[in-house]
């Protein structure tokens, strides 16, 4: 999550991230030789039992982190999700007050374990059940933990604990076990996608050698013999910031391509038409390139930021981010089509991230990543019509359907549109009959207001339906206030 890294502002970047993005190229290099290509050709579904598994229940959660001013309390947290049908949660940090609140809710989450924290973890089993006691065990079972995500980029982010990251994963594993939840909760580690060397194209790239031996061989090892995921955090943004002019835009806003503007791998021929997916492929051949097939990935990170230093990060806009995370949501959950390397496993995703964090330090962008601002007003409206209710639950612009002002209509008019609304409208209108709550005050426009409003919720909002013959108007504003 340490992405002001990688904002090519004045300082130097330090990390491989910068280093591995400028070698990328997309249009993709010239066909090459690579002893990969045979391996590529076989697009076969090797490992396809856990992919289609992982296919059947592909999701988009969100992060949830706690750099904001005046959080919410954790149990209005937890009703905002429920009325944005949120079902997947990744808790940067392990808030007891949220993981509480979660209780009864059905809610996955997926339990971030904070770098600082994985020297003690990773030394001492001891430590590591008293971790799972007092952040899963005190909350089980209703409060429905899926995932541990151990630290976070520590290969890259974090070197100096990395020595002890696959102890802490194995300790936290073997916690879980002995409290027989090791099925249940799956243990993994989200890595940056900058220890993937060449990406582009996917066909070529490979873990970088350093790591693999040391850390990713182990690791995948025991994700294999544990079915858990490979966590990546990915961000096309990246790649489009540090490429510009070579990666196009809409590439990586998941934009329709005319067909002759794919990317086309030129091993595999398979055809790119956005960033995410190529980026996905990527890290499913670096690591068939360690002969592991069966471990799926999963990306614990990923979005786009709505604002920035507009020298700086140009393409860091609303707009921008609204067509990413939509493209997003419809990409992973409505088209379903996996990716080109894997059709039948489509990769669930992560938002990062759900709230601005407006206390994170770096560049103007590091604090704008969120899909609302902490009080929960939307940052933009998400274009996500078909995707259940997903996300699209947006109460701070909410409309509703009034009665015009006294100017513009008269009482008969009124009336003549509620006895529509409340009959041949069908308009929910028990509500204002005498005795009920709303019927007070008992005038035809306060009941002609309610009518109306019913009958246009009840149309989804659908255009033409808040006019009564001239005798109603949207509203922003809550009639019932
Ligand atoms: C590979 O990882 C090592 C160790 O983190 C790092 O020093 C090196 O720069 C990386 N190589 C590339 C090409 O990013
Ligand atoms: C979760 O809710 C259930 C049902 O209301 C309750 O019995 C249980 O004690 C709660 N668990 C925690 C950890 O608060
Ligand atoms: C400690 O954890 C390791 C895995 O990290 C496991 O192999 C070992 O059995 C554990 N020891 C005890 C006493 O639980
Ligand atoms: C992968 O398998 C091939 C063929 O069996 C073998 O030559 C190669 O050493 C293996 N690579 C790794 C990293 O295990
Ligand atoms: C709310 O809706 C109004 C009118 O459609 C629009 O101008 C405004 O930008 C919207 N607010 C957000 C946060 O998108
Ligand atoms: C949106 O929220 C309202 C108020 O809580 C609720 O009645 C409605 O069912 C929600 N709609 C969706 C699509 O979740």
Request: hydrophobic share 40%; proline share 9%; with cysteine.
């Amino acid at each position: 999550m340490d992405k002001s890294m990688a904002m090519g502002n004045s300082q130097p970047p330090k990390s491989p991230l910068l280093f591995l993005l400028l070698n990328l190229a997309f249009p993709f290099f010239t066909p090459s030789s690579s002893a990969f290509a045979s391996a590529a050709a076989a697009t076969a579904p090797v490992g396809s039992v856990g992919a289609d598994a992982a296919a059947a229940g592909s999701f988009v959660g969100v992060n949830i982190g706690t750099d904001v001013s005046n959080l919410l309390p954790p149990a209005d947290i937890v009703a905002f999700l429920r009325l944005q049908r949120i079902t997947n949660v990744r808790l940067l940090e392990p808030d007891p007050g949220l993981l509480a609140a979660l209780n009864g809710t059905g809610i996955r989450v997926c339990l971030g374990v904070p770098n600082n924290q994985l020297l003690a973890l990773g030394s001492s089993n001891a430590t590591a059940a008293a971790w799972i006691a007092r952040y899963v065990l005190a909350f089980h079972p209703g409060t429905n933990v899926v995932l541990l995500s151990v630290g976070d980029e520590v290969l890259t982010s974090a070197p100096s604990s990395a020595p002890m990251l696959l102890s802490a994963v194995l300790n936290l594993h073997s916690a879980l076990a002995a409290a027989g939840l090791d099925g249940q909760v799956k243990v993994s580690t989200p890595l940056s996608f900058s220890v993937i060397l060449d990406p582009f194209p996917p066909s070529q790239a490979y873990f970088n050698q350093t790591l693999a031996t040391a850390y990713m061989l182990p690791l995948l090892g025991f994700l294999s013999q544990t079915a858990a995921p490979l966590m990546l955090n990915l961000y096309p943004y990246y790649v489009l910031m540090l490429n510009r002019g070579v990666v196009p835009l809409d590439n990586a806003l998941f934009k329709p391509l005319p067909p002759a503007k794919e990317e086309v791998d030129p091993n595999t021929l398979l055809h790119y038409t956005n960033v995410f997916d190529a980026m996905v492929d990527a890290a499913y051949f670096s690591m068939r390139n360690l002969n592991v097939t069966s471990v799926p990935v999963l990306v614990t990170e990923t979005g786009w930021p709505h604002g920035g230093d507009p020298r700086q990060e140009p393409h860091a806009t609303r707009d921008n981010a609204d067509a990413y995370n939509s493209n997003l949501i419809r990409h992973v959950l409505l088209e379903r089509a996996g990716t080109p390397l894997r059709p039948y496993s489509t990769p669930s995703a992560y938002i990062y991230e759900l709230f601005d964090e407006d206390l994170r330090p770096g560049p103007p962008s590091e604090a704008r990543w969120g899909l609302f601002y902490g009080n929960t007003t939307p940052v933009y409206l998400l274009h996500v019509a078909g995707s259940g209710g997903f996300l699209a639950n947006d109460t701070a612009n909410r409309t509703y359907c009034v009665a015009a002002p006294a100017g513009e209509v008269d009482v008969r008019g009124l009336q003549a549109a509620l006895d529509w609304a409340c009959g041949p409208g069908k308009a929910d209108c028990s509500g204002i009959q005498p005795g009920e709550a709303c019927y007070e005050p008992n005038n035809v426009r306060t009941h002609a207001s309610y009518a109306f409003d019913s009958y246009y919720q009840r149309q989804g909002g659908a255009p033409g339906s808040c006019y009564f013959q001239g005798a109603a108007m949207v509203t922003t504003t809550d009639p019932s206030e």
